[in-house]
Structures are given as structure tokens and as C-alpha cells.
């Protein structure tokens, strides 16, 4: 009895594995908002996007104006969240998060820098 497998049999390698991941949506706003709230209680969170496969959650100081802060962009990718951060036009990526409580944490360690915002006792520094 042949113990070996065929060559039409997809291998482990290249089988896909996991579900692809869910699109940011009401329960992450809250998450972002609760972030918020303890660390910088004048700026917003907004869920945006044409659709909610396409979400992303933008964080912006208050009025949006950039003296007061650096706004934020999380974004869902298939490797995990990408946080961007936009200050004075320019954007850059801060990094790609395997959670949101990751994502948040370099956010409020981002916001500890500007004036006028403390940080809670939970901020994880990356």
C-alpha cells in the first residue's frame, strides 16, 4: 500500500488558512471612543467609509485642527490594522497592529506627547 501522497493534493503550504478578517465597525468605534473619552476627552472618533467592508475609524483632535494634534486613521488590511497618522498634510504609517487594543495603545502613547493630554495608567508603549 502506497503511503505517499499524490501530487494533485494541495499541500499544507499553500492551503489558505483563517477567515479573512471582519470589516471595523460599531463595537471598534466604541472601543476608540472609550480611548478617547480617558485620554483626550475633546477629540472625536468617526466611523467612515462607502461601505462597511471598506470602514475605517479616523481620530481627530478637536475641529480637526492640526496646532492641537495629529489626526489618526485606522484602517482593516489582510495582515492586520494599519495605523496611519496625518500632521500638516503629510501622512505616514505608524505601523500595522494584530489588534485594535494595540492600535489604540500607540495612539494614547502618541497622544501623551501633546500638551494638555495625559496618559492612563493602561497605555501599553510599543
Known amino acids: ?3 505517499k501522497r499524490p501530487s494533485t493534493h ?3 503550504k499553500s492551503a489558505p488558512f483563517g477567515l479573512p478578517p471582519r470589516p ?8 476608540a ?23 475605517s475609524l479616523v481620530i481627530l483632535p478637536e475641529g480637526g485642527d492640526d496646532a492641537c494634534g495629529a ?4 484602517s482593516r488590511e489582510a495582515y492586520g ?3 496611519d497618522k496625518v500632521h500638516w498634510d503629510e501622512m505616514t504609517e505608524v505601523g500595522v497592529f494584530a489588534s485594535l487594543a494595540d492600535a ?3 495612539i494614547g502613547a ?11 495608567a493602561t497605555v501599553t508603549l510599543h
Do not use: K, N
Open 1 to 3: 500500500m502506497a503511503s
Open 10 to 12: 494541495t499541500s499544507v
Open 24 to 31: 471595523l465597525g460599531q463595537a471598534d468605534w466604541l472601543a
Open 33 to 55: 471612543q472609550s480611548m478617547l473619552a480617558e485620554i483626550a476627552p475633546d477629540w472625536s472618533v468617526e466611523l467612515v467609509g462607502i461601505c462597511t467592508d471598506e470602514a
Open 71 to 74: 489626526s489618526f486613521a485606522i
Open 81 to 83: 490594522l494599519r495605523l
Open 104 to 106: 489604540l495603545d500607540a
Open 110 to 120: 502618541s497622544l501623551y506627547g501633546w500638551s494638555g493630554l495625559w496618559a492612563p
